[in-house]
């Protein structure tokens, strides 16, 4: 299991570029085949958006959202390339073949995983009805699973600098893989569930119950962070700042103090009503969702509250930035995608239903350089969509349900699920078209 020597990857997204010239020309009415998820007109006489396009000079403003270049989202998911993503409308369209580009189709949808496969016991083999493999499209190849977590794992990092991948669980353990060899390098007991996992620099750090850990992988020291009231669900750096998203729905903040090499508290955030479990950073502000169904905007600037999104209707479980947009997931079943209008509040400008419950979300690369986003739900399958027409490249199947998703170069990525399960993935260097 190569990957390169441990070094973490900022993936950077781009998409394919698109016309927007006729959106001026279209009627200002909601598409009805849109609003269905099955239109496939292109270009669409209608509207593909809930809401009006704001126009200034033919394209939608996005003053207040963040620097183009400073933007970096949950997952991975970043701008690049010269791409214009102005227009709301390009969301959920699939896009015209452009020369040169793979001829690639929708995936066909299988039905089930089967059950006897995944415990060694079906006796159909090849005529067997359900699918006998963990993925589907031909996109990325299964290297290695990874055993010995006995409960979900709830966080996977590759710190910056090391050749070990760390993976922690809700076992109270944190697990260290020798990247080059895929044995298990070291075992650490943290007394207790871990609820999320980040890595920054030559830092691990660790959300525990009324307790944040801090590893230092370089010199190794280990440093405890006090003050979380409850579970620490979510962890981010924003500027020179960790922050944390407790139980009780606070925020809190620590500052790194160099001469006493240790994190000193910084601020409490305080806005949402139950507990904070999802944290992101973008541009110079912070994004937090929160099971009290809300997402709050807050400036890294000033550490206060700006703006309050409120347009999921159940527990926002996954945030993360593109470009100058917002994508947020919830239990709702919903994926919806943020635009900052004119005045440079924020605006659901397009919502993608799921069947079922949304866990996460990680954008990424694919093996030609371009975005695809990750959508793991709780019907123990990970969706992956074409951005930003969502059109579906294809599916993983897990165990259990997967709540963590995490980066690695050279096309690598790691999976992690509810049954304790940590896979090695990597994107294929040609993917399939499957008709």
Known sequence: MDVDGGRRMFQRLGSSSSSDSSSNNKQQKVCFHWRQGKCTRYPCPFLHSELPTAVNGGKRAHQGFGAEDNYRGGGGLRRSGNYNFSNSNTWGRVQSQQPGS??????????????????????????CKFLHQWSTGDCFTLLAPLE????????????????????????ETVRVWDCQSGQLAGLINLGGAMGCMLSEGPWVFVGLTNLVKAWNIQTSTELSLNGPVGQVYSLVVGGDLLFAGTQEGTILAWKFNVAANCFEPAASLKGHS?????????????????????????????????????????????????????????????????????????????????????LTLC?????????????????????????????????????????????????????????????????????TPIS
């Open 363 to 431: 954008g990424m690369h694919d093996s030609e350089a371009k975005p695809v986003l990750f959508c793991s739900c709780n019907d123990h399958c990970i969706r992956v969509y074409d951005l930003p027409s969502f059109s579906e490249r294809g599916k993983i199947f897990s165990k259990k349900e997967v709540r963590a998703i995490q980066i690695g170069p050279g096309g690598l990525f790691f999976t992690g699920d509810g049954s304790g399960q940590v896979k090695v993935w990597k994107w294929s260097a040609e993917p």
């Open 148 to 171: 010995g977590h006995q409960q979900v794992v709830t966080g996977i990092a590759l710190p910056s600098g090391s050749d070990k991948l760390y993976t922690g669980s809700q076992d």
């Open 274 to 358: 139950l507990a904070v479990v999802t944290l992101v950073v973008g541009g110079n502000r912070m994004y937090s969702g929160s099971m009290d169904h809300s997402i709050k905007v807050w400036s890294l600037e000033t550490l206060q509250c700006i703006q309050t999104l409120s347009g999921h209707t159940d527990v926002v479980m996954s945030i993360l930035c593109w470009d100058h947009f917002l994508l947020s997931a919830s239990l709702d079943k919903t994926v919806k995608v943020w635009a900052a209008t004119e005045t440079g509040n924020l605006e659901v400008t397009y919502t993608h239903n799921e069947e079922h419950g949304i």
């Open 102 to 127: 793979s001829n690639r189709t929708a995936v066909k949808k299988i039905e089930k995983l089967c059950n006897h496969w995944v415990q060694g016991s079906c006796k159909f083999g090849d005529s």
